[in-house]
């Protein structure tokens, strides 16, 4: 299974990105999708969780209200819509399925697949 993550890339604080990811050889409406960042010298850490049905999300307090998860099952996509960035959402972003338990979203050990990452940097 592969996960591609894309839409990283370079922006100014305050900007906009949309990141992407896609299963290859997965069906996205089988698994809740996470996604978690690693900044520089940092562990990774949770920043979003939708479930399986959709119907419920999840962020980290440091992204409430800027950053919001979506996924299209019919395209067999998941997007992370990131507003107001800012330099400390500098990271690598990585996209996760699976299927935890509530209590286990922000868990890196409740999903099966991990996309390879994409860079997002803010300038300051």
């Known amino acids: 299974v592969q996960l591609q993550a894309s839409g990283g890339g370079l922006v100014q604080t305050g900007g906009s990105l949309r990141l992407s990811c896609v299963p290859s050889?997965?069906?996205?409406?089988?698994?809740?999708v996470g996604w978690f960042r690693q900044a520089p010298g940092k562990e990774r850490e949770f920043v979003a969780h939708i479930r399986r049905s959709g119907g419920n999300t999840y962020y980290a307090d440091s992204v409430k209200g800027r950053f919001t998860i979506s996924k299209d099952n019919a395209k067999n996509t998941a997007y992370l819509q990131m507003n107001s960035l800012q330099p400390e959402d500098t990271a690598i972003y990585y996209c996760a399925l699976g299927t935890p338990i509530v209590s286990n979203i922000r868990q890196e050990g409740g999903y099966y697949y991990w996309g390879q990452g994409t860079l997002v940097t803010v300038s300051s």
């Open positions: 050889g997965r069906t996205l409406s089988d698994y809740g």
